[in-house]
Structure formats: structure tokens, C-alpha cells
């Protein structure tokens, strides 16, 4: 395809072949930044089809109950996205958290009773998680991908070694209020999911740590040269993304009231997916809040969708693994001089 | 950047990293454990580090490219379950059937990466999600065990031969022809080249995508062997065996002193690598440390081993 380009330019001039291409990617630009709307129409116009009340208060509060999940690792990973990383702990942070603070507040298993405290600090120590994780791949200049999938393996057997065996039930008060309490029909989990997001959403759009992220995932050489301090913004983000995977395990702890590694299982890999979809690049720079926004919106309706259709959950993940090569071949940037491996 | 200063690199340590590891588990472990090198332990530990020999092996060509393959592990199950429930109908010739069967799968991974130029943490990653597939959907109810009057077919594999299974055997076998395929070569050869620098060897002429796609089709063709073995250790078919094997097989890797990066490394350092990995594991195990804790501990090994390979000195890269 690369050859048919050069061989229809090859009569131009220098400077006419660059304006050709910036043309060019002008032109993909558009197509990457309406594609997820139109997207994400066709998808509410086939739920709506195959779905009576499909517009119903009901059905959207649903959809806002199953994408709160997704929504809070959507949250952190945005930004390890935006860098051009990629966070693979979040499932093993996940499972910790959720494991460990089921171990902390009143359970089945033995007399912690620490409530609130035991909330606050597992989201410390899945901050630190993050963090060291961050600082790893800084320091000692280790691929992101190797450096997290190791610490996520680590705290997936941290989190089985919090219970060994047996899963951890709740019986903190605390944590069936916020599962099954409900303000104006929604349930608390859910605005708590879109509050983490709006907040991460506010950091992003409004910060000078926001900038520097897009700033370093467009072209971290320039960025540097600008005075951003990369190594200190890259731990940050990493940092960012272990709080959000630990939040999004309490909240999934919550809501199932139980404590097991497998909390975690399969939750990264559809919300990179969906990241993905909504007009993120797994090479960085692009994207944002409310692509991330939408993309966790497509990918919930067709899920949604994939179940009401009766599809079973493995052929589903052969699915999702179809859609995230299609997604990441359309928005990968090839020329970039990164080591992305 | 922060350790500019030092005039001896930490990567200079690498080097030995394999050699030293072995020593110091084996010698740490042999004084505290009064029984760890008798014959019966070190039996059990080949027949353990056998599979994990081949997979570690291939996958370390996937690593010389500066690749990963996630999926390592899903292949593995795939093809043990696959063997596991066709031994009774094919018999021994389930071993070669295996063998095409990884050969496709990494050829699979292989187009995806150099086709679609993507990169091969997420394609194996996509992929690992169709291997876990298959195995599953074979085997919904757990495990399945391979009939009582076919097991005669299964049984040659754990038998031993001077005191040595023969799954090690083949286990040597396989890393003797992937040292011989990487040091005497051309493909071998061009596999360091693309880990090494991409444009450069395509400039020499060589085919990187051909040898990048050929380090996928090896690592494919020995985890398909693997998990072909593990059918035959385990005598049942089981689709979570794999699981832990990715792990286990790349901090088997970068134990050995490879580089992540790629461009450097050798079959044979893997297998030492693997040899202090299955130390390691087998050691723990006869303490009577919980076996819970064998993920954490590798991967804290994986993450020392990787820091202490990473070439810091290459600095005009980004490393995302």
C-alpha cells in the first residue's frame, strides 16, 4: 500500500507529497474521531431493535450498572494509554484489593473490623502497587508490558495467599448499603463509578499533569525538551492507574460481597478493548475522557447486546479479541520511533 | 540516567547471572534441605523442568526479536487438552499432529505481528483468548483423564531410562536443535538481527518479517510440544495447565540473561534459566512453603532478572 503511495507521488515535489500527506492524515483523523459516534448509533439503533425497552429509565440505568466497572479501570488506564504504556496489573490489583479489604472489614473469616480504614488503605496500597510499578519501568528502563505483567502475576498470588482457598464472604453493613442502596433510582455503586470518572475525566482535561500526559505520549522528546519532568509524570500516571484498579476491586467486592483473585479476571483486557474503540491508540497521544466515555459505552451495549443474543462467554472473548486487532490495526501509529514491543 | 556515573554497569552482571543463580539456589538449597540433590528429588525435578524446557526455549526466540508471547501459556493448554482427548483416537501420533498444530498457531501470532505491524504483546494477547478457547470448550467439566485401557500408549513418556525420564530426553533433544538452529543458521541468525536493529538487517537483506514470523512458528511448534508432554505427565487432559506457564517461562528467559529487548540472549542460558526456576519452585516446595506463594516469588525473580538485563546504556530509545 506504502508503494502504490510513493508511486503515484513520485511526479510531485517534495513539498507537494508533504502537504499530500498531512492531507492524508487529516482525512484518517476525521474518519478516527467520528468513527466511535457513528459507532456507538449503530449499536443503540440494533439494541434498540432487538430490545423492546430498550430506552426505558430501567434499561439505562442497567447500562450505567454494567459499565461502572469498566468506567473506574477505564479511568486510570486512559492515561497509561495516553503515554502509550500499557498497565497488564490491573487484573492482579484488582483481585488484591478486593481480596484484601473483604480480609479487613467485618467477614466470615476472622474479627477485622476496619471499615472506612481498611478502604482507604487498600487504595494506598494499590496506589503504591502503581507507583512502584511506574517507578520500575522509569528507572531501570523496562518495557511497560514486562514490568506489569510480572507485578500482576505477584499480586494475583498475594491475593490468593490473603485467602488461601476458601473466598472471603462480607458481612460489613457498610458494604450492603452501597451495593444494594439506591438514590433516585440509581444505584449508589454506579454514581460512585461515575464520580471516580469525572474526576479523573476533571484531572485530565484541566491540569497541568493532564497536559503533560498527552504532551509526552504525542512526542515524549519534545515534551521533555519543554521542561516536563517525564519520569516523575510517567509514575504519577502509573500511580493513577494502581488507585483506579484498586477502587474498581472494592467496588467489584462490593457489589459481589465476596473476596477472591478472580474478581480481577478479565476485566483489563475489555476495557482496553473499548478504550480502543472510542478513538484511543495503544502508540499514545490520542484519545481522551470522553472517548474513553464512549468507547466503555459501545463496549457495554454490545455485550449487552452479545447476551440477549445468547452468545456464550467464551466465544465472546474470541469476539472481543477479533474486535481489539481490527480497533488497534485501524489506529496504530506506525512511523513513531518507539519501542513498543 | 542515574547511574551514569558508575563506571561498572549493572547489565556487565548479566552475563554470569545464569551461572551465578544456579549455584547459589543449589548450594542454598542442598544445605537446608538435607534430601533436595538425592536421585528420586532431582528425577522429580526433570521430569517437572522437561516441558517447561521447550516452552522456555521457544519462547526465548520470540524474545531474541524483542517480542513477548503472552498466549505461551494458552497455547500450552489448547495443546494439552488436544492430546490429551485425541491420544485415544490417534495414539502416538498426536506428538507430530501437536507439532503442525503449534506450527499454525504461531504462524497465527507470527502474520498478525508482522502483517498488521502491531505490536506482539497484544496480538499474543487477542490470540491467547482463541487458544483458552478451544481448551475450555473441550473440556467444560474440569479435566478430563485419558481412558484406563489407552494409558499403555501414555506410559513410555515418565518411564526412565539410566535413572532419566525420557521426557527430558526429548526435552534436551529439542534444545540441542534449537541451539543448533540459532548459532548455525541464517534464519537464526536474522532473528538476533531484527531484535537487534530492524532497518539495519533489512538493509543487510535479510526478511525480517520472514524471521520474525519463523521465531513465532518455533515457539508455537514447542508449546505445542509441551503441553503435548504434559498430557502424557499428567495422564488427563487439563485446560488450566497452562496458566501459570507464561510466567514461568518468561522469567525463565530473562534469568538466563536474554535481553528484553532483544537482540541477544541464547537457548542455552535459558535453559539454565529454567533449570534454577524449576530449583527454585521444587526447593520452596520440599520446605513446605505454601504453594501460593510461586507466583509471587517468580515474579519478583522475573522483575530483578529483567532490571538487571535492560541495557541501560542505550538511552536515545523510548521505551514506552
Known amino acids: ?341 | 540516567m542515574a547511574n551514569s556515573k558508575k563506571s561498572f554497569h549493572i547489565s556487565d552482571f548479566s552475563k554470569y547471572m545464569c551461572l551465578v543463580s544456579i549455584v547459589l539456589v543449589f548450594g542454598v538449597f542442598s544445605v537446608i534441605i538435607p534430601n533436595f540433590m538425592t536421585p528420586y528429588s532431582l528425577q522429580n525435578m526433570m521430569t517437572e523442568a522437561a516441558p517447561l524446557l521447550l516452552m522456555a526455549g521457544g519462547m526465548s526466540f520470540i524474545i531474541y526479536t524483542g517480542g513477548i508471547d503472552l498466549g505461551a501459556g494458552a497455547m500450552v493448554s489448547c495443546t494439552c487438552v488436544l492430546s490429551g482427548v485425541y491420544v485415544a483416537q490417534f495414539g502416538n501420533a498426536i506428538i507430530p499432529i501437536m507439532l503442525a498444530a503449534g506450527i499454525l498457531m504461531g504462524l497465527t501470532n507470527g502474520l498478525l505481528v508482522t502483517k498488521l505491524k502491531l505490536p506482539s504483546f497484544i496480538v499474543t494477547l487477542c490470540t491467547m483468548n482463541f487458544w483458552s478457547y478451544i481448551a475450555l470448550n473441550l473440556c467444560p467439566n474440569g479435566s478430563e483423564i485419558i481412558p484406563m485401557d489407552k494409558r499403555f500408549m501414555v506410559q513410555w513418556a515418565t518411564q526412565k531410562v539410566f535413572g532419566i525420564p525420557i521426557m527430558f530426553f526429548i526435552a534436551l533433544a529439542g534444545v540441542a536443535v534449537l541451539y543448533i538452529f540459532q548459532q548455525y543458521t541464517v534464519y537464526g541468525k536474522a532473528i538476533y538481527g531484527v531484535g537487534a536493529n530492524v532497518s539495519a538487517t533489512r538493509l543487510a537483506g535479510v526478511n525480517t518479517d520472514m524471521a520474525q514470523i519463523s521465531a513465532f512458528v518455533i515457539s508455537g511448534a514447542c508449546s505445542a510440544l509441551a503441553g503435548a508432554l504434559y498430557a502424557y505427565k499428567l495422564k488427563s487432559a487439563v485446560p488450566t495447565v497452562g496458566d501459570a506457564l507464561t510466567l514461568t517461562a518468561i522469567a525463565s528467559v530473562a534469568l538466563g540473561g536474554t535481553s528484553m529487548a532483544g537482540g541477544r540472549g541464547s537457548v542455552l542460558r535459558t535453559a539454565l534459566g529454567v533449570v534454577t526456576i524449576t530449583g527454585v519452585t521444587s526447593g520452596l516446595n520440599m520446605m513446605g512453603v505454601d504453594p501460593l506463594w510461586k507466583d509471587i516469588v517468580i515474579g519478583v525473580i522475573l522483575i530483578i532478572a529483567v532490571c538487571l538485563n535492560t541495557d541501560t546504556r542505550g538511552r536515545d530509545l523510548i521505551v514506552k
Open chain 1, 1 to 341: 500500500m506504502k508503494n502504490k503511495w510513493e508511486d503515484s507521488l513520485s511526479a510531485l515535489s517534495v513539498g507537494q507529497q508533504f502537504a499530500q500527506k498531512v492531507k492524508d492524515d487529516a482525512r484518517k483523523d476525521k474518519i478516527r474521531r467520528y468513527a466511535p459516534l457513528i459507532l456507538l448509533i449503530v449499536m443503540t439503533i440494533i439494541g434498540a431493535i432487538s430490545q423492546k425497552n430498550f430506552f426505558s429509565w430501567g434499561n439505562i440505568v442497567n447500562i450505567m450498572y454494567q459499565m461502572s466497572i469498566p468506567l473506574v479501570i477505564s479511568t486510570g488506564l486512559m492515561y497509561v494509554l495516553l503515554l502509550g504504556s500499557i498497565d497488564l496489573s490491573i487484573e492482579g490489583v484488582m483481585g488484591f484489593a478486593g481480596s484484601f479489604v473483604a480480609f479487613l472489614v467485618i467477614n466470615n473469616s476472622n474479627d477485622n473490623d476496619f471499615g472506612l480504614l481498611g478502604i482507604l488503605l487498600v487504595v494506598l496500597i494499590s496506589t503504591a502497587v502503581g507507583a512502584l510499578t511506574g517507578f520500575l519501568h522509569v528507572r531501570a528502563r523496562i518495557a511497560t508490558f514486562i514490568v506489569s505483567y510480572a507485578m500482576g502475576c505477584i499480586m494475583t498470588g498475594a491475593a490468593v495467599l490473603v485467602y488461601r482457598g476458601t473466598p472471603i464472604q462480607v458481612k460489613d453493613e457498610l458494604f450492603n448499603v452501597l451495593s444494594q442502596g439506591m438514590l433516585l433510582g440509581i444505584p449508589y455503586l454506579t454514581l460512585i463509578a461515575f464520580a471516580i470518572f469525572i474526576i479523573g475525566a476533571l484531572i485530565l482535561n484541566y491540569t497541568a499533569f493532564g497536559r503533560a500526559v498527552y504532551a509526552i505520549g504525542d512526542n515524549e522528546t519534545a515534551a521533555a525538551s519543554t521542561g516536563i519532568n517525564i519520569g516523575l509524570t510517567k509514575i504519577k500516571v502509573f500511580a493513577l492507574c494502581g488507585c483506579t484498579a484498586g477502587l474498581a476491586g472494592i467496588l467489584q467486592c462490593i457489589r459481589l460481597k465476596l473476596g477472591q483473585a478472580s474478581l480481577g479476571t478479565n476485566q483489563m483486557f475489555p476495557v482496553v478493548t473499548a478504550i480502543v474503540i472510542g478513538g484511543g491508540s495503544l502508540s499514545g497521544g490520542k484519545g481522551g475522557a470522553l472517548s474513553a466515555f464512549v468507547g466503555v459505552l459501545i463496549y457495554t451495549e454490545l455485550v449487552n447486546w452479545l447476551t440477549l443474543m445468547g452468545v456464550d462467554p467464551y466465544v465472546r472473548k474470541v469476539i472481543q479479541g477479533v474486535i481489539i486487532i481490527i480497533a488497534v490495526t485501524l489506529t496504530i501509529s506506525r512511523s513513531r520511533k518507539t519501542i513498543s514491543k
